[in-house]
């Protein structure tokens, strides 16, 4: 017996597909390829929201032209903030050093949006949590960045793996820190007369 798909996950990401999949959602997977730089005097919410939505919308019109199943069309976004600056994906080991380095013994703060496209529009929702970091040693930092893990983590950790030896408190969602607040998804889902039940 075929399932009947639900949606669309506008997202490569494995540990969103998992985080769905996790709630018993039936989803398909097709990528948004958008352009990620902040706008002038763009606040961080107002950039995570903003990608998210851009994500599902682009997906959602990109299947509209080809004339393909409407769907509804999830997109979602993760950003850190420390300092007032982003933590993004790092460069290189002296880049991701810098950054762990920064966050060793402090707290920062993750938020991911996620935006759910229908006919009837886009609705977004928006996960903030607090995360406090250990402090962490030099040599702790480089055994880190070779197992490889922290290479393309935006802040250059990943809470659902080795980085969550780091983490000695965390305020909000967990699944909002690994890339999709399934809480917020849920609430979305539901509006829209999805069944996550």
Do not use: C
């Amino acid at each position: 017996m075929q399932t009947e798909l639900q949606l669309v996950l506008a997202s490569a990401s494995p540990r969103r597909r998992e985080l769905l999949e996790q709630i018993g959602i039936h989803f398909l997977v097709q990528t948004a390829d958008v352009d990620e730089t902040p706008l002038a005097g763009e606040s961080a919410v107002a950039l995570v929201e903003r990608l998210a939505a851009n994500k599902a919308e682009t997906v959602r019109n990109r299947r509209k032209a080809a004339g393909e199943t409407d769907l509804p069309v999830l997109g979602s976004d993760t950003l850190g903030i420390l300092d007032g600056e982003l933590l993004v994906k790092p460069d290189d080991y002296a880049d991701a050093q810098q950054m762990l380095r920064k966050m060793s013994g402090r707290q920062h703060e993750i938020l991911t949006a996620v935006a759910l496209a229908t006919h009837e529009g886009i609705r977004v929702a928006v996960s903030r949590s607090v995360v406090r970091f250990r402090s962490v040693s030099d040599e702790e930092i480089l055994a880190y960045w070779r197992t490889g893990e922290p290479h393309d983590k935006a802040g250059a950790y990943a809470i659902q793996g080795r980085g969550a030896i780091f983490v000695e408190k965390l305020e909000g969602s967990y699944s909002g820190v690994m890339g999709l607040p399934l809480f917020e998804t849920a609430q979305l889902l539901t509006a829209a007369g999805i069944a996550v039940l």
